[in-house]
Structures are given as structure tokens and as C-alpha cells.
């Protein structure tokens, strides 16, 4: 009787990779990761020079304040004291903290509000310049005049509408001061605001239906789906990657908002003060220690909102999913691959037994 051994295919071995199979992160070789190293040095240095640099010296300057003082001659002279954590102390009391609040309260109200508008406003525009219908090309390139024109012009722009003998009381028929102080400047800031920075939003999510199959909508079209079932079912869910990212990058940028109510409405208006425009003021004061601050508390603020967007929301703002997504399918393809050709060989072997059985049996 002729015993017949079935070999391990080859690669199948523990510790052995497998062709085309995926290679740890551990499995690098050293050179490998000298080169990735090497690669990215740029990167990093740049970005080491214009964020990291300025944000610690940002925090540095913080814990300092000028001083008037006498020095050894007995002239007076403005030094440098330590503080500490006393400039954020002042955030929240006395005349500083009233005017920190209300920046606060006009930053976030701004940024809710104009983005809640963009991103409704963007949306319509996506849909409509995502129609087929004479004139398109046309519509297209209009709605990227507003986002063209710089944020100091479109201020410009604005303020010569809003002047008490311009456009919008004119065709109101009224005299409303819109550059003043009061809820008439919050509006105007607004509608300024969607208005330039809306087709940004638009463009992003038509770039999303872009990569929509048209089979898809066909599909939808033949099961008796309108164009309201598609849109909530199909434009909607397929389009939410591109939307939060969109709203993500707006609502960051809102945040920082200080050229268009500066230019608009000008400094030093409390309905309009936002925290760039607060921090501007105190560094225009020479009081760098208060301006430090206030730029360290909003960096910390677009921080956190940006953080909890992406955690609650999902936004994949660097591909992390698709990599990941990627990665796994490669991986199944791989152990089907493997599970095939392992399949194969026992095949294979199975088949050489049978043979060298029969033949075994015939010659006896």
C-alpha cells in the first residue's frame, strides 16, 4: 500500500507571505521607512515653520503683559511681566470678558447662521447646474463670479449697496442704516457672507453628483421613484460625504471671519465684533499679551468644533474610510485568491493520489 503525503502549498506556511497578500505595517524594511522619512521632511519643516512655530509663540506671549515700570535710571518704561494664566482670567471678567462674550456670541452666531444658508443655498445651485437644459455652461461660470471676487472687493461691494442712499434702501423704499450699530449690520454681514462664499459649497457637492451613475437614477426612475424619492434616497446619501466636508471647510472658515464685517461694517462695532476683529483690536493697542489670548481661546474653538464635527458628523476630510474600505476589499480578494489556489493544490493533489492509486492497483 503506497501512502501518499499532500504537501502544503506553497507560501502557505505560518509566517510566510503569500503573493499579491497585503504586507504589515510592521513588515517594513528599514529603508523603506528611511524613505518615507525622508520624503515627508519637507512637509513637516514647512509646516513646523508656518503653524507650529507661530501657535507656541501665540502661547508664550500669553502669559506675559506689558507693564509701564520705572528701570535703573528712573525713566519709565513698558516691560514685560509674567502673568501666567492671568489673560485668560480677564477673558471672563470685567470690561475684557463682556467683550470676549459678546465676540463669542457674534462668532457663533455668524458661523450657524451663514452656513445653515450656504449649505441650503449651495445645494439648490448643485441641483440646478446638475440639469441638462440650454444654458448650463452659462450658469456654471456665473456662479463662480461671487467666489472669484476677493473678500476685501465683495466688502466693498456690499458697503456701497448698503450706503443709506444705495441699492437696498432704494428698492425697499426705506432709510435703514445697514452699516451702523444694531441687528440691520448682522444682516447685512449675512446676506454678504452666503452670497460670496455659497457657490463654494454648490461646486463641491455638483463635483459629488458628478460620480453618480446615471443607472442609478434610471433604476429609480423605472420602479416609479419622482424626483422628490430620488433626491432623499439617492442624491442625498450618496452626496453626504462630499456635503460634510464642504460644511466642514465653511464652517472652520466662519469661524475665522474678520475681512467682510472689518471692510463692511468697520472695527470696533460691537454687533458685528467678532474674535479675529477682538484680537486684531488688542494687538492694534499693543496689547499683545490680551490679543495672544484671544487668538489661542478661538484657535481652541475652531479646534474643538472641528474635532466633534468629525467625531458626531463623520466627515472623512483626509480618506481615512475609502483607504480603509480599499484595504479590506483588497484583503478579501487576497484570501480568495488564497483560498483558491490552496483549493487548486488539494485538487491537484487529490487528483496525482487517485492516479498513482490506480496505477499501484493495475500493476498488482
Known sequence: MTTTTTAPPAGAQTGTPQPGSPRKRGNRSPGEGRMAAMLLSPTILVLALVIVYPLLSAVHQSLFRAESGLDADGFVSDVESFVGLANYADLFVGESGRRFLNAFANTTFFTVTTVFLETVLGLCLALAMNRAFRGRSFLRASILVPWAVPTAVSGLLWRWIFQSDGIANNLLGSEILWTA???????????????????????????GMQVIPGEVYEAARIDGAGWWRQLGSITLPLVKPTLLVAVLFRMLDALRMFDLPFVLIG???????TLSMLAWDESNQLRYGSASAFAVMLFLY???????????????VTGAKELKLMSKKTARKNRFAANHATADADQSNSDQATAEQKKTEATR
Open 181 to 207: 450699530e444694531g441687528s440691520a449690520s448682522k444682516v447685512a454681514v449675512i446676506i454678504a457672507e452666503v452670497w460670496k462664499t455659497a457657490p463654494f459649497i454648490g461646486l463641491l457637492v455638483l463635483a
Open 267 to 273: 472695527p470696533g462695532k460691537e454687533s458685528v465684533e
Open 302 to 316: 475652531v479646534a474643538v468644533v472641528a474635532i466633534v464635527f468629525v467625531k458626531v458628523l463623520g466627515a472623512d
